[in-house]
């Protein structure tokens, strides 16, 4: 069996540990490959993005680990890219003059849909005290067309990108055991995940299996869910095994319960990059 993360995160963004810690962390848990994700929405940035000015030194360090750790674990390099409509995505057209090895799309920010308003994007991962005033200023407070707006802006980034595994996919759940702003029961919740998913079986990209949520402490669970993964299953969506790991202790957190759930939902293996070709390992 393969142990292996292509979602971490380092101080070039907003990790808490160098990525020559994290790769001596990862060859300590036997790990075969470590693929670094940095946060990205190029050209613009955040406090917790890699800064526009330090692509070429994150690239030339993972390049170094690269080669000083050759005999002991793969090391990739990635990017998890930002999606947000007419500004930046998850896509070679952004991407490709960096050269990664894969890329993470993900949605953080979700654009209001309140015709004439002038508000910053909901930050869907933010702090609760941030989430909670971004569905007031972007939705009124209305969890349903927010969480409505967060799977359009999915299916459109899936559908129109050039990229590989799509991160965390069903990440409002993260602050909907504090906020409680949508029924995970709903039929019209069900019916997001249903079309969310045709979207993606049609593109042929891989969902990660992400235990970011429970090494942080935000919600006692893994990303998707199991409602959700069992209908990923159904489509034949592959599916790989990501940390979201943004401190050496987190690399491999609840592995176990993910795999678990993966077995419950009807898989038996995980992909891990091999060459330019994502390749099914048995787990």
């Not at 380092?10 to 036997?30: H, K, Q, S, W, Y």
């Not at 654009?111 to 200023?137: F, H, I, Q, S, Y």
């Amino acid at each position: 069996m393969k142990l292996a993360s292509y979602h971490v995160h380092t101080v070039f963004c907003d990790g808490n540990n160098e990525p020559e810690d994290m790769v001596r962390a990862a060859i300590g848990l036997g790990m075969s490959d470590i693929g670094f994700s940095a946060h990205a929405a190029w050209p613009f940035s955040s406090e917790w993005h890699l800064p526009a000015h330090r692509y070429g030194d994150y690239l030339a360090e993972i390049a170094r680990l690269k080669a000083a750790y050759a005999d002991k674990i793969r090391v990739l390099s990635g990017f998890e890219a930002d999606w947000l409509a007419g500004v930046t995505a998850p896509d070679s057209a952004f991407y490709g003059r960096f050269a990664p090895d894969y890329l993470i799309g993900s949605v953080h920010f979700v654009p209001t849909d309140v015709a004439g308003r002038n508000a910053p994007p909901w930050a869907v991962d933010a702090p609760v005290d941030e989430c909670k005033r971004g569905l007031v200023e972007c939705f009124d407070g209305d969890g349903e067309r927010a969480v409505k707006a967060y799977y359009r802006a999915v299916r459109a980034m899936v559908s129109s990108c050039d990229f590989d595994i799509v991160g965390h996919l069903d990440l409002p759940r993260k602050r909907n055991g504090a906020l409680k702003f949508f029924d995970e029961t709903a039929a019209w919740y069900r019916a997001e995940l249903a079309e969310t998913v045709r979207a993606i079986a049609q593109t042929g990209k891989i969902v990660e299996l992400n235990t970011g949520a429970i090494s942080r402490k935000a919600m006692d669970d893994i990303y998707p869910s199991d409602e959700l993964l069992a209908l990923l299953y159904r489509a034949d969506v592959p599916v790989t095994l990501d940390s979201d790991s943004h401190s050496t202790g987190d690399l491999a957190c609840a592995y176990d319960r993910a795999r678990q759930a993966a077995r419950d939902a009807g898989y038996d293996s995980f992909r891990h990059l091999e060459g330019d070709r994502w390749v099914a390992h048995p787990f």
